[in-house]
């Protein structure tokens, strides 16, 4: 599958999707802990405010990690920092299965929350300095893929470990009695060292960003690399491309405004923001509760949260394989404008009191479907690419650091909201939250796909008259 002219696709893919499986660690922490709750609760004997702080502690090492990643990755590369994570991930995993106190046990947390948000900003990014233009929305989407595959199977492994638990006929010993058995959120918690453990690995065979490498005067490597993706001729001249466009030093956000990016890092954090703010995570979260009062639920195994999980991931596909026929811009206002639909219509189901039944359900899946074939995978594409590549680290981590932050927002005024204004009057702002994405996506995002990353930064210079 490789020769000297066109390289080799396999290879590509390869590494494309090992920087993945971060995005399967983020989907995965982000949902095992929905098994967990209740025991943690009885066992530590926690009241509202710290079952609070368990879940959301991972949220705060989030925005630390994000807050680093930006300036690790451009010091020391995408890979030092990747590796970092799947460390991180690993040890978060040890430490909440063997916690001796629930303070060691948020501490774990915290160490974990600060590995997802290194992964989140770092793998679409490395994905996306190593992919061709005509594929990169395709490469780059596998991210978002492997975050709702990892969020379903981390449904999967929970429901798993508690029928084990409760099975008389498994006979465990020692610890592993303890762990799997007496206390099985421990082993929930824990089972997540299995995947942090082969990104570890994995992550050591793959190479450095060409990008970031040439950014560091190693073009002999970088062009190794880029041989083995592009074959030789190819290689030379995105070699030459990347080293015309960053010629100029500074890797700071204030040497990238005076530069002229500015409006492009505006963009890309408001876009980032609006996915947060249309309410997806409020939508998973009571989404579950609403299936099973409509009947939907299958068994214990495929209940409401999988089923959700199911259509996030079949959606998830379908923008993987049409992001780079249909284009960026498209699946944007495609996806914003069925977003808007479903949202501001479950507020009209919730204002008449229809809140249970086939209707609701077709309209809560047809919302996650929407979101999952346009703002979910798009936003990550966007944010790894519209950026030059002298400064995408930090730019990138500017744009998830907002992402992130919209997302500690809406976890803490959706209660609020929904005491306040009623699921229907918060469904209706999280509709008016899709607005501003949409003139965004209509009126002031370039078509990127088909674009090698330099020629999107020379489009922002172009338009900033540089």
């Known amino acids: 599958m490789k020769n000297n002219d066109s390289g080799s696709v396999l290879y590509l893919v390869g590494l494309s999707i090992v920087a993945a499986l971060g995005g399967f660690l983020f989907g995965y922490d982000t949902a095992i802990i929905s098994g967990t709750l209740s025991f943690v609760k009885d066992q530590f004997a926690l009241n509202a405010g710290a079952q609070g702080w368990f879940v959301s502690s991972a949220l705060v090492g989030c925005v630390a990690g994000v807050a680093g990643a930006g300036i690790l990755s451009d010091r020391f590369g995408r890979k030092i920092s990747l590796l970092l994570a799947a460390f991180l991930f690993f040890l978060s995993a040890m430490g909440c299965m063997l916690a001796p106190s629930h303070s060691f046990l948020i501490s774990s947390r915290l160490l974990g929350g600060i590995g997802v948000g290194i992964a989140s900003m770092l793998s679409p990014l490395y994905i996306s300095e190593i992919s061709p233009p005509k594929i990169r929305g395709r490469l780059v989407a596998l991210y978002q893929f492997a975050i709702t595959l990892g969020i379903l199977i981390a449904y999967f492994v929970n429901n798993w470990l508690m029928k084990t638990s409760h099975n008389p006929d498994v006979e465990l010993i020692g610890k592993m009695e303890f762990i799997f058995k007496e206390e099985v959120w421990r082993g929930m918690l824990g089972s997540e060292a299995i995947p942090a453990l082969g990104f570890f690995i ?109 259509v996030n991931v079949l959606f998830t596909i379908l923008a993987i394989w049409k992001i780079d026929q249909m284009g960026r811009k498209p699946l944007l206002i495609t996806g914003v404008s069925g977003m808007l639909f479903f949202l501001t219509t479950i507020g009209f189901l919730f204002f008449f009191g229809v809140s249970s039944g086939t209707v609701m359900l077709i309209f809560i899946l047809g919302f996650i479907a929407f979101f999952a074939f346009s703002y979910g995978p798009v936003i990550w594409v966007l944010l790894s690419e519209i950026y030059p590549t002298r400064y ?54 370039p078509e990127t796909k088909g674009k090698s990353l330099e020629e999107i930064e020379k489009y922002w210079k172009t338009r900033a008259g540089k």
């Open 202 to 310: 994995l992550i050591l065979l793959v190479p450095e960003s060409p990008r970031w490498m040439v950014l560091k005067g190693k073009e002999h490597k970088a062009q190794n690399t880029l041989e083995r993706i592009n074959g030789i001729s190819k290689a030379k001249e995105q070699i030459i491309n990347i080293r015309n466009t960053i010629g100029e030093k500074g890797e700071s956000i204030g040497s990238m405004i005076r530069q002229g990016f500015l409006f492009p890092l505006i963009i890309g954090s408001l876009l980032a923001l609006a996915s947060q703010l249309s309410g997806i995570n409020a939508i998973i979260y009571y989404g579950p509760s609403i299936l099973n009062e409509a009947g939907f639920q299958l068994s214990d195994a495929l209940g409401g949260q999988v089923i959700i999980g199911i």
């Open 392 to 445: 995408r680290g930090r730019a990138m981590s500017v744009a998830t650091l907002v992402l992130w932050a919209g997302n500690v927002f809406v976890g803490q005024m959706v209660p609020l909201s929904l005491e306040k204004l009623g699921p229907h009057g918060t469904f209706w702002i999280f509709a008016l939250m899709t607005i501003p994405a949409l003139y965004i996506a209509i009126k002031l995002l």
